[in-house]
């Protein structure tokens, strides 16, 4: 298990920083990921990034939409724990990371999984980026990798919190 914990994080270590938009089509907003990345239909790890500061993290205001996580409750608590993930890149730090299955096996594939986290609406426990006041998208970033269907099925979650275990667990990663 090591070995593939070692391995996920040489291969998040590769990947670049990926930025999120938001487009406004008449009274909806939608978002879009850059160069449509991750593909559709496929299972992975992502990691959420952001610029915003200790103290930002701690006046925010979270989301009242159920399932949203309560970021200035996570943040105040976790600040000063020795094992809180302090992975930067590119002037932006790990906060968050999870697992999504492919449309096969869920509605949420890796892409939609990752919307989610900007969304601010759906039930699905998420951080709903756009209902807080750190919606600038500018200072938030992502990246993922990509699991094949046996990997996940077989060790997403052992992965997923074997990596926090081995690199530090991202301050806005509830369970």
Not at 67 to 79: D, E, F, P, T
Not at 84 to 93: L, M, N, T, Y
Not at 122 to 145: A, C, F, M, P
Request: glycine share 6%.
């Amino acid at each position: 298990m090591k070995d593939k914990i070692i391995e996920i994080e040489l291969r998040r270590q590769e990947s670049r920083l990926l930025t999120i938009t938001q487009k406004f089509n008449n009274s909806n907003s939608q978002f879009k990921v850059e160069n449509e990345l991750p593909p559709k239909n496929i299972c992975g790890l992502y990691w959420i990034y952001t610029s915003y500061t200790d103290e930002d993290l701690l006046q925010s205001i979270h989301s009242d939409k159920i399932g949203a996580v309560n970021i200035s409750k996570l943040a105040r608590r976790r600040m000063n724990l020795n094992n809180v993930c302090r992975i930067k890149k590119d002037g932006f730090r790990i906060v968050y990371n999870g697992i999504a299955s492919n449309s096969k096996k869920s509605n949420y594939d890796l892409r939609e999984r990752i919307y989610q986290e900007f969304r601010n609406n759906g039930i699905t426990g998420s951080l709903k980026i756009s209902g807080t006041n750190l919606d600038d998208l500018s200072k938030w970033r992502y990246s993922y990798i990509d699991l094949n269907e046996h990997e996940y099925v077989e060790d997403a979650i052992a992965l997923e919190v074997g990596w926090r275990l081995e690199y530090g667990w991202p301050i806005l990663s509830t369970n």
